[in-house]
């Protein structure tokens, strides 16, 4: 299943950040290689689809980010 949000916080240094999802739900972890294409770097405000997959201690990851 797709989701829908906004990049909340971005650390292009480190390359990671933050997913707020539309509507209700934990905000979710997003590396760099997520996005299955990478044209322009990520900026916090973009808006994004995503599928969610969980780490290890049950938090949310953002996966084929687009």
């Known amino acids: 299943m797709r989701y829908q949000g906004k ?3 971005w650390r292009d240094e480190k390359g990671f950040g933050f ?3 539309n509507g209700d739900g934990a905000e979710a972890f997003l590396h760099i290689s997520a996005f299955a294409k ?3 770097r990520p900026e916090v ?3 994004v689809t995503f599928e969610l997959s969980m780490t ?5 990851k953002a996966t084929n980010v687009r």
Do not use: S
Not at 56 to 60: D, F, I, S, W, Y
């Open 45 to 47: 405000g973009d808006l």
């Open 56 to 60: 290890e201690p049950n938090r949310p």
């Open 7 to 9: 990049i909340k916080v």
């Open 19 to 21: 997913i707020l999802p």
């Open 38 to 40: 990478r044209g322009k």
